[in-house]
Structure formats: structure tokens, C-alpha cells
């Protein structure tokens, strides 16, 4: 059962332009939402985040936005930037339970922004 | 860098042995999680330990196991490895358990099973 979705598993812009990267979860217990970005041979690097108590969280380039009736985040970056090339992973965590603070995980989609 | 360090960065084995990953949590961390990055399952997580005491299961196989020790450390240890174990095996450390602090990845051990 995939809790976290993404289902477009990779995106390609023009730099300059705006990345919009989505992700979509079927469970409603999830209130807490953090993207991860991921170069190759490095560990996931902790992006933005955003609590079920807002709709839209913003730092820099990076605007998180929350759609909790229809279960769907997104994440856009503008201006796009040839740095930004990575996989992004939307995740949320277990708040209850025998698996509390576990991340669950989105397939990743790839982005690649060219110059 | 994330302050989570992971040894060794690669391993390369063959089937039915055993093989320790080690990770050392961000100074202050007492949470420890572990991950598994395979090509067609993306990142499942496996294991958490806090201050020691295991914490969670995930997907993670009888074959495999897991201890954090008193310097916080912690170590995945998978025996009687298979070809289907090829994967990259990340740690994470927390704070605290509660959820809403983000966790920070290691690099990774890539492991390979021949």
C-alpha cells in the first residue's frame, strides 16, 4: 500500500522557469509533510516541510503547498536552477503508534533543469 | 553534510555472507533510523532505535538486525545476504522521536551482492 505518491517520476524545465513537483497521500492521519532532494551517491538533504495547520509554507525558491481535502502537496521552485537537478522525495511521518517518527516515502521524481 | 556519518561507503559480497553497516548519528541525535534504497522499491524504511531501545520495525527481514549502542552508534548488521539485498542502506538521526523534527540522511553504503 503506497501511502505517499508521486506519480510522475521525472520532470524537465527550462532554467528560469518554474519546477512544480507534486505528490499526493491516502492517509488522512498524515499532518506533517517534509521534501528531501537527493544527488546521486549523497544521502537525502532535508528541503522544506509543512504542517496539516497551513496551506503553504515558503523559503527562497522553495513554496510547499498543501490541498489537505484533496490529499495532495506540491513543491515549486522558482526561479529553476541547473543546481536544482536531483530527485525530490516527498515523505511524511508515522504520528502514532508502534512506528512513530518513521518517514514514509514517495517514489521520487526526477528533475532535470536545463540551462 | 549532514553531520550523520556512514561506514563503509561501498561493500561488495557475495551471497550468503554477513556483512555490519555502521552509522554515527548527528552529535546530540538520539534517534537512529535505518533505510533501504532498492532500484524498484525506493526508500523503505527498516529499523529506528532512541537512546538504544529499539523503537519501530519496518519491512526489515528476519536476516537482518540492528543494536544502537550507549555512544549512540548504531550498527545494521544482514547475514545470509542475497542478490535481492543489492541496495543502498541509509541511516538517519532525529533529536527525539516526535515526528516533526526532520531527519537527517548519511551518505549511504551501497551494497552488493554477487
Known amino acids: 500500500d503506497q501511502q505517499v505518491k508521486q506519480n510522475s517520476p521525472s520532470l524537465s524545465v527550462q532554467e528560469g522557469r518554474i519546477s512544480i513537483l507534486n505528490c499526493d497521500y491516502t492517509?488522512?492521519?498524515?499532518?506533517?509533510f517534509l521534501w528531501y532532494k537527493k544527488y546521486p551517491a549523497e544521502g537525502p538533504t532535508f528541503l522544506i516541510s509543512?504542517?496539516?495547520?497551513?496551506d503553504k509554507n515558503e523559503d527562497g525558491r522553495f513554496t510547499v503547498f498543501l490541498n489537505k481535502s484533496a490529499k495532495h502537496l506540491s513543491l515549486h521552485i522558482v526561479p529553476s536552477q541547473p543546481g536544482d537537478s536531483a530527485v525530490y522525495f516527498c515523505?511524511?511521518?508515522?504520528?502514532?503508534?508502534?512506528?512513530?517518527?518513521?518517514?514514509?516515502f514517495g517514489q521520487g521524481t526526477i528533475l532535470t533543469v536545463h540551462p | 553534510d549532514s553531520g550523520v556519518t556512514q561506514t563503509p561507503k561501498h561493500l561488495i559480497t557475495a551471497t550468503g555472507q554477513r556483512v555490519t553497516l555502521r552509522c554515527s548519528p548527528r552529535?546530540?541525535?538520539?534517534?537512529v533510523y535505518w533505510y533501504q534504497q532498492s532500484l524498484d522499491q525506493g526508500l523503505q524504511f527498516l529499523i529506528q532505535?532512541?537512546?538504544?531501545?529499539?523503537?519501530a520495525k519496518g519491512n526489515i527481514l528476519e536476516r537482518f538486525s540492528a543494536q544502537q549502542f550507549p555512544d549512540l552508534h548504531s550498527e545494521l548488521n544482514l547475514s545470509s545476504l542475497e542478490l535481492g539485498d543489492s541496495a543502498l542502506y541509509f541511516c538517519?538521526?532525529?533529536?527525539?522521536?516526535?515526528?516533526?523534527?526532520?531527519?537527517?540522511f548519511g551518505p549511504g553504503t551501497r551494497l552488493t551482492v554477487l
Open positions: 538517519a538521526s532525529s533529536v527525539d522521536i516526535p515526528s516533526y523534527n526532520e531527519q537527517f
Open positions: 492517509n488522512s492521519m498524515f499532518d506533517y
Open positions: 509543512i504542517s496539516s495547520i497551513k
Open positions: 515523505a511524511a511521518p508515522q504520528t502514532g503508534g508502534t512506528s512513530y517518527g518513521k518517514l514514509t
Open positions: 552529535s546530540g541525535d538520539l534517534s
Open positions: 532505535y532512541y537512546n538504544g531501545e529499539e523503537r
